[in-house]
């Protein structure tokens, strides 16, 4: 403890040199005190004795610096010393300080922002206790890919029958109409039972959570549950506890669901989460009797914690054996749609995946490319300031062989370089954190649903620790460049060479253009994977959607009246929409193209193969895609009808059961057939109605303007007895969303004051948040290019500008022999060009390596394209030529005999 307690002191002692000095003189001064009492009690007198005192010491200095020794932490002292001289030479030269400081800030604030992305996305766990035993379960088909739901049989019986899982749970998702005073609020709804919140390990920070009992009341298992239903209770988010209803006490009363008084039984804890899709109101799940036997309808998703000590490999092992005997186990029959091994063209099996993999989806690549890219834009920086240093310190290679003839190390000269950079890359630090926060926070503003978990993106501890590391190391990264000079402590040469930059070490000219042509390698690299990816959103925004969006409006509503009635209503809400000025057709539409969720429902058809009496063989097939759609839909999207007709409005009587197919499903289902008067149903069981096929409509992008079309067939709502309670409203007009809002508004309030408009927006926004991802990349790739390609800019003009001031007089002595002015300023322009080419020969190379990072991110383009090599090149040069043309042309007007006269 005595030790502890003296280190303590030493370091206080020496991080206050001022108190530390005081305390040293002061031991001083009784040390020769003491030394001139010894001396007169030896006879001295005063006078003698304090001259023996002061000889016995020492000179003071010598004195002070021994107890220096004795008593600081000497290598704490020299860093004092040396942070000390860094900040007076930084001082000393204001432009070179603010400029580096500017460029680290902004190289180590864009690392320091996407690295808070890579944090908060990929590398922090989920907000629930032990994440890593949660797992995403899904089906899957035969030759038609994930199916992702489960029917509510297969559900039970999973729950029933696993061993690897201690709780398994379903859910769903939707969006519910909520009145909060007297606005309506459209709110995100998720629909769980009890043990899906028992496996995710939720704990109320007010009230209580669903009970088995309330969720496993026979309630419609729809994503948005009708009123009426039994259990008409609530959970509310935090978040929408304190925006909604102000945080007054809520738990125990009751609020408006869809139209459905609901008691609020709880209010979850902060930033509760169900698969990123940032609930803000839980309502039970529940399912009724013909759900629990009907095997074809999918809408359960599952999610499912595995026990302790059990790995996700022996869960897959289990799940695979629980495949080849499914039937058995549930005493079924495998002609019953029940789980059995996948074969070329049958099967069907349950697959599992780690919830945060899940949530991740394939966002994680994107990320991991902003963040090399970000990465080389630091990289540059340290090449460009490394420059700059290698410049800074060939002006004061005067000072530095004094220093070294008065005894300082190479070493010792080399830590002052990287005192220097340190001091400079930590201020930068601190500054690139300010700039990587607004930088954050205004990305997310600005793409709040591009990547997922961006709720969770901040500057947090582990986001501090990297931008230190980041900075510590830039600094010791481009503090070391100074050392690359070997004649730097040599004072007789020095001395010799003083006024005449001609003599000076080659090897430093070596390293500076080294430098440069790396600046540039990077910048080639960077400006073309930026352009790859700049090609891919126009190729994106190109694609033919199968209909026409231009003069589109959508906005979505939702309403929760009985069936009949609400049938009526939206026939009421379109006929008033379409009697609005500038409005030329409306419609609504169930799933909005051209990005929507895919069905996949096993559907039932007509065969080719016929059976006795002309009637030909039923047959399964998984459909991607059904849509709900009202009267003049076609029309009103511009979709063609390839083969028979559309929807009238003849077609919604009560004995009318008529359906259109998109060109890929009947090429599917009938190849070489063609599909009018042909009929299929949607599974399963007879008390699903078979539909005629009226017509084959054009085919259109539903799952994402860059995934193949799907097989889809459209249905008519208004034939339709319980048609969806959310539809979307499309309207082809002349005006913009904005002098149409209010007008809707009141057209809506009208039909239902309780309705809000939610979405209401053109169909180019739409097309715009369809391709959100790709736009960002591009975007915020782009600018970290731009960034490279300005730095490089930079970094070629200093060190060309730096070669023309040290051939001053060699240029002045060959123009005075008869130079002439062109041949002159073709001489710096070669020196700089080739040191540009070079780079862009090793830029190309690292390109095309480095593509393989961003090639499925890529769309309509090959990694390496010729077209956007030869554009980044022709950028490149262009850059370059005006970096080099500067110094150039200044080096081209020079006078002879002023320079010969000074120098």
């Not at 006490?249 to 459905?260: H, K, M």
């Not at 629990?292 to 309808?297: K, L």
């Not at 540039?520 to 190109?542: E, F, K, P």
Request: net charge neutral; hydrophobic share 45%; glycine share 8%.
């Amino acid at each position: 403890m005595r030790d502890l307690r003296e280190w303590i002191h030493r370091l206080l002692a020496t991080l206050r040199p001022d108190r530390r000095d005081l305390d040293l003189q002061e031991e001083l001064r009784l040390h020769m005190e003491l030394a001139a009492d010894d001396a007169r009690r030896q006879g001295e007198n005063p006078r003698d004795a304090a001259r023996l005192a002061r000889m016995k010491v020492g000179g003071a200095s010598q004195a002070m610096d021994a107890l220096r020794d004795q008593r600081g932490l000497l290598w704490l002292d020299d860093l004092a010393r040396d942070a000390s001289h860094a900040l007076r030479a930084l001082r000393r030269s204001p432009g070179f300080t603010l400029i580096t400081l500017l460029t680290l800030a902004l190289g180590i604030g864009a690392n320091t922002a996407i690295f808070s992305i890579v944090n908060g996305v990929i590398l922090r766990p989920l907000g629930y206790p032990k994440p890593e035993q949660l797992m995403y379960l899904t089906t899957r088909w035969a030759n038609d890919g994930p199916g992702d739901w489960f029917a509510a049989p297969e559900y039970l019986e999973f729950r029933e029958i696993n061993r690897s899982f201690s709780a398994v749970g379903a859910y769903g998702a939707g969006e519910v109409n909520l009145m909060a005073g007297d606005r309506p609020w459209r709110v995100r709804a998720a629909v769980v039972d009890a043990p899906l919140l028992g496996a995710l390990g939720i704990k109320p920070s007010q009230g209580r959570l669903f009970t088995d009992s309330e969720t496993e009341q026979v309630t419609p298992a729809q994503p948005v549950p009708v009123p009426g239903s039994p259990s008409a209770i609530v959970i509310l988010s935090y978040e929408l506890w304190q925006s909604a209803l102000g945080g007054r006490p809520i738990v125990g009363q009751t609020v408006d669901v869809n139209g459905e008084r609901r008691e609020v039984i709880g209010i979850m804890p902060p930033g509760a989460d169900l698969m990123d899709q940032r609930p803000e109101i839980w309502l039970p799940l529940g399912l009724d009797e013909a759900d629990r036997r009907d095997r074809g309808s999918h809408s359960l998703y599952l999610i499912g914690r595995l026990k302790d000590g059990v790995t996700a490999q022996s869960a897959q092992s289990e799940l695979d054996a629980l495949m080849q005997n499914w039937s058995e186990r549930v005493g079924l029959s495998p002609k019953d749609h029940v789980f059995r091994p996948l074969t070329k063209d049958a099967g069907h099996v349950i697959a599992m995946k780690g919830l945060q993999e899940r949530i991740l989806g394939d966002a994680g690549r994107s990320i991991w490319v902003l963040q090399v890219g970000v990465g080389l834009v630091l990289l540059i920086v340290c090449a460009n300031l490394a420059n700059l240093l290698l410049a800074r310190a060939e002006a004061r290679r005067h000072e530095l062989a004094m220093r070294a003839a008065l005894g300082a190390s190479r070493g010792r000269l080399l830590r002052q370089f990287i005192t220097e950079g340190v001091l400079l890359s930590f201020s930068g630090g601190l500054l690139g954190l300010w700039i990587a926060a607004l930088g954050v926070e205004a990305l997310i503003h600005a793409y709040p649903t591009s990547l997922p978990r961006t709720n969770e993106v901040t500057i947090d501890v582990p986001v501090l620790l990297f931008a230190f590391t980041v900075s510590m190391l830039t600094g010791v990264l481009f503090g070391l460049a100074p050392a690359s000079r070997r004649r730097v402590t040599d004072l007789v040469t020095t001395l010799k060479e003083a006024g005449d930059r001609r003599t000076g070490s080659t090897s430093r000219h070596h390293v500076r253009r080294a430098l440069v042509i790396a600046e540039v390698a990077l910048a080639v690299m960077l400006v073309i994977g930026a352009g790859l990816l700049v090609r891919t959103v126009y190729n994106l925004a190109s694609v033919d959607a199968g209909f026409e969006p231009s003069r589109l409006v959508t906005f979505l509503t939702t309403l929760p009246q009985p069936s009949a009635a609400r049938k009526q209503m939206y026939q009421r809400l379109l006929d008033d929409l379409r009697a609005i000025p500038g409005v030329q057709a409306a419609t609504a539409v169930w799933g909005l193209p051209p990005d929507r969720p895919a069905n996949f429902n096993n559907t039932e058809y007509d065969g080719d193969t016929p059976l006795s009496g002309g009637r030909e063989r039923p047959q399964y097939q998984i459909v991607d895609y059904d849509q709900f759609v009202m009267s003049d839909y076609f029309e009103t999207m511009g979709i063609p009808i390839v083969d028979g007709r559309g929807f009238q409005r003849t077609d919604a009587g009560p004995d009318t059961t008529v359906v259109v197919v998109n060109e890929t499903l009947a090429k599917r289902f009938w190849p070489g057939l063609n599909p009018i008067g042909r009929r299929l149903r949607r599974c399963c069981g007879d008390r699903m109605p078979w539909l005629t096929v009226i017509g084959m409509a054009r085919d259109v992008k539903q799952g994402g303007v860059d995934h193949d079309v799907g097989t889809e067939y459209y249905i008519f709502a208004e034939q339709q007895r319980n048609p969806p309670q959310t539809m979307n409203l499309v309207l082809r007009t002349t005006l913009p969303p904005a002098a149409l809002s209010q007008t809707i508004e009141r057209v809506v309030r009208n039909v239902d004051p309780t309705v809000p408009i939610v979405r209401l927006r053109d169909m180019d926004t739409v097309f715009a948040d369809s391709i959100r991802r790709p736009r960002l990349l591009a975007q915020l790739l782009g600018m970290f290019a731009g960034l490279a390609l300005l730095l490089a800019a930079i970094g070629t003009y200093g060190v060309v500008s730096y070669m023309v001031t040290e051939r001053r007089r060699e240029i002045g002595i060959r123009m005075a022999l008869g130079a002439g002015r062109s041949r002159v300023l073709a001489q710096v322009m070669k020196q700089g060009l080739t040191l540009t080419s070079i780079g862009v020969v090793v830029g190309v190379t690292g390109a095309v390596w480095l593509n393989w990072l961003i090639a499925s991110l890529l769309f309509g383009v090959e990694p390496t394209d010729e077209a956007t090599m030869v554009a980044v090149i022709a950028t490149i040069t262009i850059v370059a030529t005006i970096a080099c043309g500067l110094p150039a042309f200044r080096a081209s007007r020079l006078d002879p005999n002023v320079v010969l006269r000074t120098n």
